[in-house]
């Protein structure tokens, strides 16, 4: 079965400052990889997505993601964090040739600070 | 277009009795799948409709747990008895395409006392 890491349970960071959210995923064959944030009291809410082509991908509110197959990671980045970006983010997994499922990590609590 | 929508968004309810809860897809997406999130862990898969059928049911936890989707329309999660290991967050997502982006509800929280 899949694993998902995320190492970072909970990140503080001050307001203008660069953040990267880590995430590496166990699998070998082929994936899709996602990234969902979740703000207080709402849903998920999908920031991007790789399924192939580039590897670098933007996502909405200035996120992007690269994709390295040789390290399985799949690392969520912001230049520049606001203090709308305080949320819980996921990373997810899905192995669409041997499944029906996504995988996720535990999740990584952003905390921007003013 | 509606996004996905769960009903009711919190519950509580004392260990033994029974929660159904309800979650409607967005129009057009055959799939529809659910997952939880016990209180610190990951998000874990429960299982997977196609239209009306159940293609995967592998992360339902035990036989307390009853999933319909009668119609291929909204489905029903029901938890009877309910015990305390049950309380969570429980997300109802939809997809058109199997492997393209789930689209995901916001979720009702299970509290069983």
């Known amino acids: 079965a899949q694993s998902v890491t995320q190492l970072d349970s909970q990140v503080p960071v001050f307001e203008e400052a660069p953040v990267e959210l880590r995430c590496n995923y166990s699998?070998?064959?082929?994936?899709?990889l996602f990234w969902y944030v979740q703000y207080p009291n709402q849903g998920l809410q999908l920031l991007l997505k790789y399924l192939s082509g580039s590897t670098l991908v933007k996502g909405i509110n200035g996120f992007e993601a690269e994709f390295n197959k040789s390290q399985t990671s799949f690392h969520l980045r912001k230049p520049s964090v606001h203090i709308s970006d305080t949320a819980e983010y996921f990373c997810a997994v899905d192995t669409p040739n041997t499944g029906n499922q996504f995988y996720f990590g535990t999740g990584t609590s952003l905390t921007v600070i003013p | 277009e509606a996004g996905v929508t769960q009903f009711p968004s919190h519950s509580v309810i004392e260990k033994g009795q029974t929660v159904t809860l309800r979650c409607d897809p967005i129009?057009?997406?055959?799939?529809l799948y659910w997952y939880r999130r016990v209180m610190g862990k990951e998000i874990k898969f429960l299982l997977h409709?196609?239209?009306?059928?159940?293609?995967?049911e592998s992360g339902m936890p035990n036989n307390r747990f009853l999933a319909e989707r009668t119609g291929g329309t909204y489905s029903t999660l029901k938890v009877q008895p309910a015990e305390l290991e049950d309380s969570g967050v429980y997300f109802c997502a939809s997809s058109q395409v199997h492997g393209q982006p789930q689209h995901f509800g916001d979720g009702t929280r299970l509290s069983i006392l």
């Open positions: 129009s057009g997406h055959d799939n």
């Open positions: 409709f196609v239209k009306e059928s159940k293609q995967d």
């Open positions: 699998s070998s064959v082929s994936v899709y």
